[in-house]
C-alpha cells in the first residue's frame, strides 16, 4: 500500500512475510513453523544427493547430522549415515506412548557451527566421534561391551592403570532442566526437577546441578534427562585412565567395553571417553564406569555393579577363619 518493494532475499535468515490491507485492524498473529529439512538414511524416499526429497524432522539427532554435513551454515563435514542409525533411532524410540527425544529450537543468535553442534548433542543425548575421516554419531543408551581390555588379550599395558572417584561434591543429588513450555503464549522457561520436591535425599548436603535445554518442549522429556543426568553423576562417579597397544583401535568414544586388570578391577564395564596416542603403537584410553541402571526412569536408581572388588571399607568384616578362639576362666587376687 505504501509503494515499497521488496527485493532483498534474506539470504541465511528464517522469516515471514504477512499482507493486510491498509487501515485494517491487526490482532494478534501466532505461527508454528516447522523448520529444517533434514536427510533421513532410514526414510527410503530420502536421497542424500537430492535435498528436495528431504522432509521436516524434530529429531534431535537428525538435525545434528544435518548441520555437521551441511556445507552452508554447518560443519561441512562428512557424516556415517549407516554408522548412525542406531542415534537416530534412540531418539524416536517410543517411552511411555511419546518418543523419547524431539527438539524445537530457534537459532536466534549468531553461533559458530560448533557451539550449534553442542547444543544439538546435548539435546540428542549422543556422542560424535571421528573415525575414518567421517563423523559417526553413538547414542549415549544401555549397550554391551564390545571389547576385553586385558592382559590376557595382550592389549593393557602393565602398571598403567590410573583410578579416581569423583568426591560426592561432584555427584548431583538434585538436577533442574529448564526447558520451553508451549502451552502458553508467549512461550515461557520452566524448570522439570529431580526429586520432584527439590530435596535432597536424607542426610545428603543439596548438590545442585542445572541443565539448560531450551530445544525441550515436553515436561516429560525434561524429567526423563533430568533421572538421566542424576544417575550418571550419581552411579558412574568412577573414572579409569589405561595404556594400551594398538589393538585397542577398535574401541571408538561412547563404546562400552570391559577392563579386566586382574585385580580392583576384573569385569569393570567403561565407556569410552577420550583416546589419544602416546607413543608409537600405544593408546591411552580414558573411560568413565558404565552403569545400565542410569538409563533407568527410576530417580533413585540402585547400582548394578560397585565401583571395584575391593572390600568394602565401611561394610561387615569378614569372618575369621583359621583360627581357634579358646576362652579361658581367670581370678585375680588382688
Not at 532475499?9 to 493486510?20: D, H, T
Not at 581390555?149 to 561432584?170: E, P, R, Y
Request: hydrophobic share 40%.
Amino acid at each position: 500500500g505504501l509503494g515499497i518493494t521488496h527485493t532483498y532475499a534474506f539470504l541465511g535468515i528464517a522469516y515471514s512475510v504477512f499482507e493486510f490491507p491498509v487501515g485494517e485492524k491487526i490482532g494478534t498473529i501466532n505461527a508454528i513453523i516447522n523448520g529444517v529439512q533434514p536427510y533421513d538414511p532410514r526414510n527410503v524416499a530420502h536421497v542424500l544427493a537430492t535435498p528436495s526429497t528431504w522432509t521436516y524432522s524434530n529429531n534431535p539427532a537428525l538435525l545434528l547430522a544435518h548441520v555437521i554435513s551441511n556445507t552452508s551454515y554447518g560443519m561441512g563435514g562428512t557424516v556415517d549415515w549407516s554408522g548412525s542409525t542406531a542415534a537416530f533411532d534412540a531418539c524416536d524410540a517410543v517411552v511411555t506412548s511419546e518418543v523419547k527425544r524431539t527438539i524445537g529450537y530457534t537459532m536466534d543468535k549468531r553461533l559458530d557451527s560448533s557451539s550449534v553442534c553442542d547444543i544439538l548433542r546435548a539435546h540428542a543425548g549422543c556422542f560424535v566421534v571421528r573415525s575414518a575421516g567421517k563423523f559417526k554419531l553413538i547414542p549415549d543408551a544401555a549397550a554391551s561391551s564390545t571389547a576385553t581390555v586385558s592382559k590376557a588379550t595382550t592389549t593393557l599395558i602393565d602398571k598403567s592403570v590410573k583410578w579416581q572417584l569423583a568426591g560426592l561434591m561432584n555427584q548431583p543429588n538434585v538436577v533442574e532442566v529448564a526447558w520451553t513450555d508451549t502451552s502458553v503464549v508467549p512461550w515461557r522457561s520452566a524448570v522439570a526437577v529431580v526429586p520432584a520436591n527439590a530435596v535432597p535425599p536424607t542426610g545428603e548436603d543439596l548438590r545442585l546441578t542445572r541443565i539448560d535445554l531450551p530445544g525441550c518442549q515436553r515436561y516429560s522429556q525434561a524429567m526423563r534427562e533430568a533421572v538421566e543426568r542424576r544417575n550418571h553423576g550419581r552411579l558412574e562417579p568412577l573414572t579409569i585412565t589405561i595404556d594400551t597397544y594398538a589393538e585397542s583401535l577398535a574401541i571408538e568414544p561412547g563404546d562400552v567395553y570391559t577392563l579386566d586388570d586382574a585385580g580392583a578391577f576384573t569385569g569393570t564395564l567403561l565407556r569410552l571417553l577420550t583416546r589419544s596416542m602416546g607413543r608409537k603403537g600405544r593408546f591411552t584410553l580414558t573411560g568413565k564406569k558404565y552403569d545400565p541402571a542410569t538409563y533407568s526412569s527410576a530417580a533413585d536408581a540402585t547400582p548394578t555393579y560397585a565401583n571395584t572388588n575391593l572390600p568394602d571399607p565401611f561394610g561387615i568384616p569378614p569372618a575369621v577363619t583359621g583360627l581357634t578362639l579358646t576362652e579361658v576362666a581367670a581370678t585375680s587376687d588382688s
